[in-house]
């Protein structure tokens, strides 16, 4: 028995801490994680299979008025993206006028959840697109109304994505109302984050918006992160906890974007 | 020695523990299910110790990492040395009463995710508070339903 407890331990600590990035296995890791997707979506089917059903029963009427709703929507998004074209057009000269280099598209990829990852103490994703769809390590993850989090497996026909709240992801942000810098950290909770290390004088109060500084480089700036829910400021200490709630809803919908615009540092390992 | 027979059981019955793990559920429920898996793992080692060893844990160990997303090896890493424990201990493991057992078991769970926590931890895969022991307490509740319904399968099976 000894020699086998030997080699499976040495197998398992060698794949570990020698070969879990080496470069000559990208193809055996992309089959797991698209193994593990198809896994994921086999188990999803009947869920998704028992929705669709109830999708196909609903009323007529539940349908119109949805579809009123969403024409009204839609139309105020429409008015709103015209608005948005004309601040584009602004902003492009004000950096023409600053020689930044810098290019503005916000193209997107839709990408469909398949799952939320077995180990409780884990926030990942299985989304159903992959290197044959062009993404890339590192990408944004946006939800509809923020940033949601970030690729960090590729196989070829699905990923892995980290959300912001998982206890081993930060994102570097800044107060949009007084550009204060500060790193959103995950707690393990899928509804907070935590900035910790902002100094007590700092200006940032309770229902702020935190948005992606761009620093660090994964992240392109501007894309909103969270809301601030409550600052923590210990008499005599120098520095303040802020507590914040991630904008996008991550327990809720079934499809994410990934930005396609990536930041200058991307390409590196997250 | 016996010639070995029914190895498509245990493989199937490991493979249906994968997959009810991949089921989606609710995020709130997720610290209150147990660890099905390793569950099954250690009954076949507990019944069967001649065949599922600590090369088997190491398999089972590595799909169950593949699946989670969890740097591959460690699990698998916890898993052998959990079932270590158990092979060395089987004889005495069998005559405890159920509820030994589930502690037994229940131990052995959380060795697989303590193991694991300290090696993602080395790799530099924070883990914040208590939150990767909490299939712990649910998997020693799950144990007698488990062994239950696999000892039946086994006998139906003959699976020896």
């Given amino acids: ?270 | 020695m016996i010639a070995s027979r029914g190895s498509w059981v245990i493989f199937v019955s490991v493979a249906f523990a994968l997959f009810i793990s991949a089921l989606p559920v609710p995020v709130s429920w997720r610290g209150y299910l147990p660890d099905w898996t390793m569950l099954v793992l250690f009954y076949w080692v507990l019944a069967l110790p001649a065949r599922v060893g600590v090369l088997s844990a190491c398999l089972v160990g590595i799909a169950t990492d593949i699946l989670d997303g969890s740097p591959v090896g460690a699990t698998a890493v916890g898993a052998t040395l959990a079932v270590l424990v158990l092979l060395l201990s089987y004889q005495r493991v069998r005559q405890f009463d159920v509820l030994q057992q589930s502690f037994v078991v229940g131990l052995m769970v959380a060795v697989v995710h303590l193991v694991e926590q300290r090696l993602e931890t080395l790799l530099g895969w924070q883990h914040l508070g208590t939150a990767f022991l909490a299939p712990t307490v649910a998997s020693m509740v799950f144990w007698l339903p488990v062994r239950n319904s696999l000892r039946a399968l086994r006998r139906y099976y003959e699976v020896q």
Wanted: proline share 4%.
């Fill in chain 1, 1 to 270: 028995m000894g020699w086998r407890v030997t080699l499976a331990v040495g197998c398992c600590l060698l794949i570990l801490f020698y070969l879990r990035d080496h470069p000559a296995l990208e193809r055996p890791r992309q089959l797991g994680t698209d193994a593990a997707a198809l896994i994921y979506s086999v188990a999803a089917a009947p869920g998704a299979a028992i929705s669709g059903l109830a999708e196909f029963f609903r009323s007529h009427s539940t349908l119109r008025s949805e579809n009123a709703r969403l024409q009204q929507e839609n139309l105020v998004l429409k008015g709103q993206t015209q608005k948005l074209a004309a601040v584009l057009a602004e902003n492009g000269r004000y950096r023409a006028l600053l020689n930044s280099a810098e290019t503005i598209e916000r193209e997107v990829m839709v990408a469909e959840i398949i799952a939320l990852t077995a180990a409780p103490s884990r926030h990942e994703l299985v989304i159903d697109k992959g290197a044959r769809d062009n993404v890339m390590l590192g990408q944004p993850l946006l939800g509809a109304d923020g940033l949601m989090g970030q690729v960090t497996k590729v196989g070829q026909y699905s990923s892995n994505a980290l959300l912001i709240t998982d206890a081993t992801h930060a994102v570097p942000v800044q107060v949009l109302r007084s550009g204060v810098r500060g790193l959103a950290e995950g707690t393990g909770e899928l509804d907070r984050l935590v900035v910790r290390h902002i100094a007590a004088t700092t200006d940032i109060r309770e229902g702020d918006t935190l948005v992606t500084s761009g620093l660090g480089g994964l992240f392109p700036a501007g894309y909103p992160v969270a809301r601030v829910l409550e600052v923590i400021s210990e008499r005599g200490s120098a520095f303040s906890q802020v507590i914040a709630e991630p904008l996008a809803p991550l327990d809720r919908g079934r499809h994410v974007m990934l930005a396609l615009e990536l930041g200058p540092g991307a390409s590196d390992k997250p």
